[in-house]
């Protein structure tokens, strides 16, 4: 099916609109229903190009595109009330491509570094200066190895009982933490904040290191 | 000035610099803007100029318009509640105000307790949480359809998102925002939640 309308076509209707909302809202006007109705068409006409535009990006899923027409929206909602926005009245179809292209930008860097984040963590990822892949960085068992893993068994085991010395309270977020689960989620079993959460790691893990200071003298 | 807007403002301001026959280079114009931007600012324009004007308007399949129009519906439905003069309440607000838990409220909606919280925080795509979970927050939490939309769309509270350090280096990553389907399946959810919410999962 070939649509009928170019983008210049709908720029041009989108304009006039754009700038009669504008005049209102930035001159402390209200958004009448005649406006609404404006703000809504401006919408409809440019849904099919934000969303052509957005599948020119196979790495986003429906969902993805979706979230680049919501935001798409919303930034304009915004603009169209920002007295330092007239750009948007006179160059209608470039703000448009601009703001799209911008959260394509946000989204994509998003995704590629949440990427990069998980393949960091592989056995095969490179590492270091020379491109070595991790598994060939792990050392194999060496008797020096073997020491260094008994000391660190015994402090564990001296961590473990000065843990065991805390108050319950105290106690409970400590071993969450060393679980691994995340304050935010130790703040929601607990019913505290999660800044809070932090207050009690911090204070607890300088007891601790009292106690294992005293210990060691 | 919004963070977004100002990388559209100085992208349109370079456009009308080029149309007007001045030829200036990327880095002749970004070397102007403040030197906290620069980088990303010029990886930005260099974006947007190589993707070009848009062309093509996208032809939807029923599905594929359907899910735009809930998004449209979404944007509608909490600009309606703005223009109602309610003050916009966010999720965690609204069921505070109901004197209710994350876990009683997740059970009364039959929904994994780790999602709703990650909905409360703000990292589910909200484009894709479901017309009938809208819905059913808005009986429990005795409100409209349109201020649980507006909520949807309102910051999340700001100590929910803070990213943590901890004194021994342990740096929490930033959650990451993931569609209401992947963080369905990724709270472990119980074969009862599953089978109430298998309708609205791909």
């Known amino acids: 099916m070939k649509l009928q309308h170019s983008w210049y076509d709908v720029v041009v209707a989108c304009q006039e609109r754009v700038q009669r909302i504008r005049a209102s809202l930035t001159s402390g006007g209200t958004l009448t229903l005649e406006l609404q109705a404006d703000r809504e068409a401006v919408i409809l006409a440019i849904r099919n190009?934000?969303?052509?535009?957005?599948?020119?990006?196979?790495?986003?899923?429906?969902?993805?595109?979706?979230?680049?027409?919501?935001?798409?929206?919303?930034?304009?909602?915004?603009?169209?009330?920002?007295?330092?926005?007239?750009?948007?009245?006179?160059?209608?179809?470039?703000?448009?491509?601009?703001?799209?292209?911008?959260?394509?930008?946000?989204?994509?860097?998003?995704?590629?570094?949440?990427?990069?984040?998980?393949?960091?963590?592989?056995?095969?990822?490179?590492?270091?200066?020379?491109?070595?892949?991790?598994?060939?960085?792990?050392?194999?068992?060496?008797?020096?190895?073997?020491?260094?893993?008994?000391?660190?068994?015994?402090?564990?085991?001296?961590?473990?009982?000065?843990?065991?010395?805390?108050?319950?309270?105290?106690?409970?977020?400590?071993?969450?933490?060393?679980?691994?689960?995340?304050?935010?989620?130790?703040?929601?079993?607990?019913?505290?904040?999660?800044?809070?959460?932090?207050?009690?790691?911090?204070?607890?893990?300088?007891?601790?290191?009292?106690?294992?200071?005293?210990?060691?003298? | 000035m919004e963070e977004r807007s100002y990388f559209i403002e100085a992208a349109l301001r370079y456009e009308t610099l080029i149309e007007a026959g001045q030829m200036l280079g990327l880095d002749a114009f970004v070397i102007q803007e403040p030197e906290a931007t620069r980088a990303e600012l010029r990886a930005f324009l260099e974006f947007n100029l190589t993707h070009g004007e848009l062309d093509e308007p996208a032809v939807l399949t029923v599905d594929q318009a359907a899910r735009a129009d809930h998004v449209i519906a979404l944007v509608r439905g909490a600009w309606q509640h703005e223009l109602s003069g309610t003050p916009v309440q966010n999720l965690t607000q609204l069921r505070q105000a109901r004197q209710l838990t994350v876990g009683r409220l997740a059970r009364q909606l039959t929904l994994p307790v780790d999602l709703l919280a990650r909905l409360e925080r703000g990292k589910v795509l909200v484009a894709s949480v479901p017309n009938r979970l809208v819905e059913q927050l808005a009986q429990m939490l005795h409100a409209s359809t349109s201020a649980i939309q507006a909520a949807l769309l309102a910051p999340p509270p700001t100590t929910a998102t803070s990213r943590l350090s901890a004194v021994d280096g342990i740096v929490e990553g930033e959650e990451p925002l993931v569609s209401f389907a992947r963080a369905f399946a990724a709270s472990e959810p119980t074969d009862e939640e599953q089978a109430a919410w298998a309708a609205d999962l791909p």
Not at chain 1, 63 to 88: A, C, H, N, W, Y
Not at chain 1, 165 to 187: C, F, K, T, Y
Request: aromatic share 4%; net charge negative; charged share 30%.
């Open chain 1, 49 to 217: 190009w934000v969303l052509g535009r957005a599948k020119h990006f196979p790495e986003l899923d429906e969902d993805g595109v979706s979230e680049v027409l919501l935001k798409t929206i919303q930034q304009l909602d915004r603009d169209l009330r920002s007295p330092g926005f007239g750009s948007m009245e006179s160059m209608f179809g470039s703000y448009v491509k601009t703001t799209v292209h911008r959260i394509l930008f946000e989204i994509l860097g998003k995704n590629k570094e949440q990427r990069t984040l998980s393949a960091s963590e592989r056995l095969d990822a490179q590492v270091g200066k020379g491109g070595l892949a991790r598994h060939e960085v792990i050392e194999d068992v060496t008797p020096e190895r073997l020491a260094d893993e008994y000391r660190e068994e015994q402090l564990h085991a001296r961590l473990h009982a000065a843990i065991a010395q805390l108050p319950p309270h105290d106690r409970e977020v400590i071993n969450l933490r060393l679980q691994g689960v995340p304050s935010i989620e130790i703040a929601r079993r607990m019913n505290l904040s999660p800044v809070n959460i932090t207050r009690i790691y911090n204070r607890v893990v300088e007891r601790l290191r009292q106690i294992l200071t005293v210990e060691e003298h």
